[in-house]
């Protein structure tokens, strides 16, 4: 919905987002003021900008590190104060005014995305701007478009309202690493340090309203200043972890390790309380039967947080897997806002469950799998915790399939044959029961016998009968059902063997053929049935990663379409999603 100057809309009573974009190259900062029924703050704690980041009430916050050519305000109705009636939304430029600014222009987002905006043209040349306001009406909360300019900047913009303004400058406070929302409200400049006078309850219920700060203020500071230089604390223990750690200059509070240096986050340190909360210090209710029940100002907090988080963790997931600065910020970000890393990864258990499934389908793409392949699963469920029968499955196809690979590749094992005459240097590699299938006029004719593999040749030893096949005229192996299939140089040379494990035989042929024909792939060069890793997540985009003919999503596999031995190229195109049973019925047929 797009509005125009004057025009208003009504809005969900729900988390909104407030972005301010533009695209010259200026620095546009936003700020919001919460109004009472007069029209002014109630206290100067009602101005939300870059030195108070975050309104005592939670109901706005500032994002201290949004997108370039962008501001962005977080917006929650649901937790704005009854007594406030509007919510002023504003701008200042330090540098030009807002005439000299290219598409400056405001939206309002909500949960499924952008729902209003109001592109502001031809702004007056001033520094401080009023883009609208949210205001209740019949109980419901509505947007108003007004792009009012103060050409006195913000200082005046603020007084307007009821801000009492300091014009030293002050430092800027610290901004939140990861964007969320710091666990304390920050000290304003304007409050005395040592005034032992003021209520302490309100430092540890943030929800609370600090009318009592009205007789204890001093003019806001709106000015920026660098931070004295001071020499540096001493790092904590562990310093690669992100975390909170003791405050080197004061021993009471916890504060912000970021893995690199120390932050200006801070946050009390929790004390054993038995009907407090270990994470906000508020006191929790008793229940009607005993016990305690849960902070529901942190459980709603939480909660929220999570939400995102798990969006975040995916994306990160499927982009870089669990390892990497990425996935470590993603954790920090937990323990900054000081949420245990079990209900992070409780959240995170169906995601984790799909990438793993997604992670052994990617492996068994190209029919190998490496071992680094198979590390990087078991770094993966160790690093997710996850654990059960669904990842003992997977696990058993990763080492079967591991297993499989490396007798491709010629490691094959060497059996004792007592009693069965060999060649010189000749070493067997199998030696098991097997049924011999012949396909004649009147039928097939089934003899049952040895099947013995060599690195010379192949022999078949049964109950009066006996065939041997030379390396050398083998042209190929496969399985079909429970066979394996021999094809030789003659159309008459060929020889089919049903065993128990078709798959374990077939591989090991496989390898001993190549072995002998000097086909051993070097260190380094792929299969011709190799698939590459942009193939592979293009297909599991398009298809779901679900068994495109039954909708599974486990136990899947990537299929030729039309099968390599029949032409078929491994393109996206002739790459499909099926399920172990699907790909199985489906077999060689196109």
């Known amino acids: 919905m797009k509005l125009s100057k004057g025009a208003n809309a009504a809005v969900p009573t729900s988390l909104l987002a407030v972005v301010v974009s533009w695209r010259s190259d200026h620095t546009v900062d936003a700020h919001a003021l919460l109004l009472g029924e007069t029209g002014t703050v ?45 919510i002023v939304i504003t701008g200042s430029v330090d540098e030009g005014t807002f005439g000299d600014i290219a598409g400056l222009s405001l939206t309002i987002h909500d949960a499924h995305g952008p729902m209003a905006g109001f592109a502001i043209e031809d702004a007056d040349p001033v520094t401080a701007l009023m ?99 001071v020499p540096p604390p001493a790092p904590p223990p562990n310093p690669e972890l992100a ?78 897997g669990p390892r990497g600065p990425e996935w470590a910020a993603l954790w920090a970000s937990l323990r900054y806002q000081r949420i245990d890393e079990q209900m992070g990864r409780e959240a995170l258990r169906d995601g984790a469950l799909s990438y793993v499934e997604r992670l052994v389908a990617f492996t068994f793409a190209d029919g190998e799998v490496e071992q680094d392949e198979l590390a990087a699963f078991e770094h993966a469920v160790t690093e997710l915790a996850l654990a059960g029968p669904l ?25 004792r044959t007592p009693g069965l005459h060999l060649d010189p240097e000749e070493k067997v590699h199998l030696d098991l029961p097997a049924v ?65 494990d078709p798959d374990y035989v077939a591989a090991a042929l496989e390898g001993a053929l190549r072995v002998a024909k000097r086909l051993i792939l070097t260190p380094g060069q792929l299969d011709t049935r190799s698939i590459p890793q942009e193939v592979k997540a293009e297909v599991w985009q398009r298809d779901g990663g679900k068994c495109v003919e039954c909708g599974d999503s486990h136990y899947l596999e990537f299929d030729h379409i039309i099968p390599l031995s029949r032409g078929g190229a491994t393109s996206a195109t002739n790459l499909q999603i099926l399920c172990r049973a699907c790909n199985r019925a489906k077999g060689a047929r196109i």
């Open 391 to 415: 990842i003992e499955d997977l696990r058993r196809r990763l080492h079967r399939g591991r297993t499989l690979s490396r007798l491709r590749a010629g490691d094959l094992p060497v059996v």
């Open 42 to 86: 109630r206290t100067d704690r009602d101005l939300v900008f870059y030195n108070a980041p975050r309104h005592v009430s939670q109901a706005v916050t500032l994002d201290q590190e949004p997108a370039p050519r962008t501001a962005r305000l977080s917006v929650s109705l649901p937790r704005t104060e009854a007594d406030v009636h509007r």
């Open 436 to 500: 011999h299938v012949r396909q004649l006029a009147r039928g097939p004719r089934l003899t049952e016998g040895r099947l013995i593999v060599s690195n010379k040749k192949l022999r078949f030893v049964g109950d009066g009968t006996g065939t041997e096949l030379p390396w050398s005229r083998v042209v190929s192996v496969h399985t079909e059902q429970n066979t394996v299939v021999l094809a030789a140089t003659s159309a008459r040379g060929g020889a089919s063997f049903t065993v128990s």
């Open 131 to 229: 883009f609208g306001e949210f205001y209740r009406r019949d109980g419901q909360w509505r947007f108003r478009a007004i792009a009012q300019g103060w050409s006195t900047g913000l200082p005046g913009l603020v007084t307007e309202f009821g801000v009492s303004v300091d014009e030293q400058p002050r430092a800027q406070h610290p901004p939140n690493p990861f964007g969320g929302h710091p666990p304390q409200p920050p000290t304003l400049e304007r409050i005395p340090a040592d005034d032992s006078s003021i209520d302490q309850s309100a430092a540890t219920n943030p929800r609370s309203r600090h009318t009592d700060l009205l007789d204890h203020r001093r003019p806001i500071t709106l000015g920026r200043r660098p931070a004295d230089p």
């Open 243 to 320: 975390d909170w750690h003791s405050d080197p200059e004061n021993p009471a509070r916890l504060r912000w390790w970021d893995g690199t240096e120390w932050t200006g986050a801070t946050h009390h340190r929790p004390q054993p309380r038995d009907r407090h909360c270990d994470r906000c210090g508020n006191l929790r209710r008793r229940k009607l039967f005993g016990g305690l029940a849960r902070c529901e100002s942190c459980e709603s907090e939480i909660e929220e947080f999570l939400t995102h988080w798990h969006t975040q963790a995916w994306r990160v997931l499927t982009a870089h």
